[in-house]
């Protein structure tokens, strides 16, 4: 049996396919520490943390992904990673001023659903206290 000298790396989001390519190296953030995987690297599966995804590819670029938490399996050559959301950068520092506007985003998107609820909970609960008084 030959062993593989590359993998696939297919990183997939519940809406997207955020990389499907061929790669060397690949370094990833896990629950318990970071690793690196090689080709030949024994198969597991790994629970991941919110970090960065570092991959090099067959020519030798380096990638980089920005993932949220997730897991990732490897299989003989296959590497899977399915996590909530990724972003996908050529270097560290784009990903970096990408994931702290994504991040302002969505945090600007969850004060206003916050502001949204306490609005609903004050005023179901005005509506209870007009229902007892009526009782």
């Known amino acids: 049996m030959t062993r593989p000298v590359d993998m696939q790396l297919l990183v997939t989001t519940p809406t997207d396919i955020v990389a499907d390519e061929r790669a060397g190296k690949i370094i990833a953030e896990a629950t318990n520490g970071s690793f690196a995987l090689l080709p030949r690297h024994v198969d597991f599966v ?14 030798g670029e380096e990638r980089f992904l ?3 938490e997730g897991f990732l399996v490897k299989m003989g050559g296959s590497v899977r990673v399915s ?5 996908r950068e050529d270097t560290l520092e784009r990903l970096q001023t990408r994931v702290h506007a994504e991040f ?3 945090s600007a998107r969850e004060v206003a659903a916050r502001s949204a609820l306490a609005r609903l909970e004050t005023g179901l609960i005005r509506r209870f206290v007009e229902l007892e008084r009526q009782l």
Do not use: C, I, K
């Open 83 to 87: 996590t909530r959301n990724a972003l």
């Open 66 to 68: 920005g993932v949220d």
């Open 104 to 106: 302002e985003a969505r």
């Open 46 to 59: 790994a629970p991941l943390t919110a970090g960065v995804l570092a991959y090099q590819t067959m020519e």
